[in-house]
Structures are given as C-alpha cells and as structure tokens.
C-alpha cells in the first residue's frame, strides 16, 4: 500500500515536471526580429496608417572548420508592412515570412519624428499592454 502511494506521488510530480510553455518552438521555426522602424503614411482615403519595417537576420548553414561556428549570420532581411494598427502591420510581415514572427531579441525600435510628434502612446501599448508581444520581450529582459 506505502509502495502504491509513492508510485503515484511519483508520477504525480513527473507530469508535473513535464509541463512546457504556450509558444515552445525550435529557433529554426522562428524569425527573431533584431530590429524594427515605426513610422505613419497615408492611404487612399487619407487615413493614417502604421507602417513598420522589420530586420531579421538570415542564419546559413555552413561547414564551418573544426573548432568555428556551423551557423553564422551573414546578412539581414528587411521586410516591411502597413495596417491600421502596429499589430496589423506585424501580422502581415509575419504572413511574408515562412516562420513566426518572434520579437525576444529586439534590440533597437526606431520612431519617425511625425509619429513621436503625433504622440508615442499606441507604440507603447504595443510593445507593453498587448500579451502577445509583452510575453515575449518580457523573456529576454
């Protein structure tokens, strides 16, 4: 009876222990944002919109030498969106791009001067308000 209480206090704190989180993926199936441009621009109807350009580095795989690194960054890829929010303009660059979109290793955020005049509080919310991307800076801070 003791040895049935310990196997299942056992087996209780293994699945435990095995849980992982929401978003667990391989690097290799993520797009790692290192750098990112906000600025505004005008559509048809003269209405404001978002428009942001992203920098993500392409990894390639090489055969490095004996002792070097197999996988260097060679270049960048920029790539860039509008929509009517930041997050609509982020979600389409994540469309263009074969992988998901990850902003942890965001280093630098750029802001036209129009838009830092017109007022910063829609930037802000978007990198602090919003979970999807607050989760995800606040993994690498």
Known sequence: MKLAKL?????MCLFLLTSCIDDAR??????MI???AIDTVK???NEDLFAVTVQIPLILSGTGDEGGLS??????ETVNATGETILDAVAQIESMTPTVVFLGHLKVVT???????????????FFDRLPQVANQMGQSR
């Open 71 to 76: 996988g260097s960054v060679n270049e960048f």
């Open 34 to 36: 290192v750098g990112m």
């Open 26 to 31: 391989e690097i290799d199936h993520r797009s």
């Open 7 to 11: 196997f299942l206090l056992l087996n």
């Open 111 to 125: 802001v036209s001067e129009e838009l830092a005049r017109k007022g910063l509080g829609k930037v802000i919310d």
């Open 43 to 45: 559509n048809d109807d």
